[in-house]
């Protein structure tokens, strides 16, 4: 449409419009109305909002055959942190929400998850697994700084000895030390630290609102220094654009006090095609043309595929000279120590009110 008003990169938010979702029946569009006002005047300024989120249980449950967990917890939907690039961005569709600015202003909050985890760890039957928390959205986004549900389900995992692993790209994990440490050093924790360039400019447009990589870096020292076993994630890596880091990602973090290391390769599903096709014109439009087509290189000429096996390494030269690449540096720095095992025997629901006590 000619008189249609673009869209425009927003300080602080990483995708740069908020199309409806592939569920939507309607979209809507901007168009220049003839008063010949600026695009963004009348625009309110863009807020987070945190909804209560009813979910009845908390843990999630999958059999894919490339993810190393079979459980997981993710305490909020959406995530504030605006990475353009975060494959959970087409979730917020099934919720009748944009998967581009909705996902990161229009947040879900399960406040009843430490409880409903605890109902489901003493079902009669429960098998313990490792639980893993930040799979699908930071459970240290921003407003976990106030909410601290991920804190308190830290705090039920530990009442039950049960057995847990996170990934985050937040400085916050380290507030939570006092919790991880004493589980890891009983071989009941594990924390990825995902660092995915040490360009601070680049991080800046990349993923807004989620910590610079100096304080990524400075989370992963203070819990190895809590006795926690720290990987770093290199996520993920996107050709033309950040790839020339992964060694030095990999160094940085080693000299932090990491000691394991895994990357993948950038994944465009779904809306997440547009999306980070309109970032790369707004922020970074000289290389466009040469980052999709090498996105295209390592997925069969499309933009995304969701093959088991390759969905997270990619295939072809490009993805094989990545893979190469990250197996001598990690052998290299010494982040070849990848047993994330965990003690499931360990685990014992803890004496709540009404329980009939032990003769012995």
Not at 279 to 292: I, N, T
Request: charged fraction near 25%; include cysteine.
């Amino acid at each position: 449409m000619d008189d249609a008003i673009p869209d425009m990169a927003r300080k602080g938010r990483g995708a740069v419009s908020n199309a409806a979702g592939r569920f939507e029946r309607h979209g809507s569009q901007r168009i220049d109305d003839g008063w010949h006002r600026d695009a963004e005047d009348d625009l309110p300024p863009l807020r987070t909002h945190v909804t209560r989120d009813a979910s009845r249980t908390v843990i999630a449950r999958n059999e894919s055959p490339d993810i190393p967990f079979a459980q997981s917890i993710n305490p909020y939907r959406g995530c504030e942190h605006g990475c353009v690039y975060c494959y959970a961005r087409p979730t917020h569709a099934y919720l009748g929400l944009s998967p581009g600015l909705d996902f990161e202003t229009k947040l879900f909050a399960k406040h009843d998850a430490p409880e409903l985890l605890a109902a489901e760890l003493r079902k009669p039957g429960y098998k313990p697994m490792a639980i893993a928390l930040g799979t699908n959205t930071d459970p240290y986004q921003p407003i976990e700084r106030d909410l601290k549900i991920t804190r308190r389900i830290l705090e039920t995992l530990a009442a039950f000895s049960h057995p847990f692993s996170i990934v985050t790209k937040s400085d916050l994990v380290a507030r939570d030390r006092d919790i991880i440490g004493p589980m890891a050093q009983r071989n009941l924790a594990h924390v990825f630290v995902s660092v995915t360039t040490l360009d601070r400019d680049l991080a800046r447009t990349l993923e807004p609102r989620a910590p610079t990589p100096a304080k990524r870096l400075a989370a992963i020292r203070a819990l190895a220094d809590a006795g926690c076993k720290v990987g770093v994630m290199a996520a993920p890596m996107i050709p033309a654009l950040n790839d020339a880091e992964l060694e030095a990602i990999l160094e940085a973090s080693r000299d932090a006090g990491a000691t394991s290391a895994g990357y993948t390769l950038l994944r465009l599903p779904l809306e997440l095609k547009e999306i980070f096709d309109e970032w790369l014109e707004a922020h970074a439009p000289l290389k466009k043309k040469h980052v999709l087509s090498l996105v295209r290189d390592t997925r069969g000429g499309a933009l995304n595929s969701a093959e088991f096996g390759t969905r997270f390494v990619g295939n072809g030269p490009y993805a094989a000279l990545l893979n190469q690449r990250f197996k001598k540096a990690r052998a290299r720095l010494g982040l070849d120590r990848n047993d994330w095992s965990t003690d499931l025997t360990q685990f014992k629901p803890p004496p709540q009110k009404g329980d009939q006590l032990a003769f012995f």
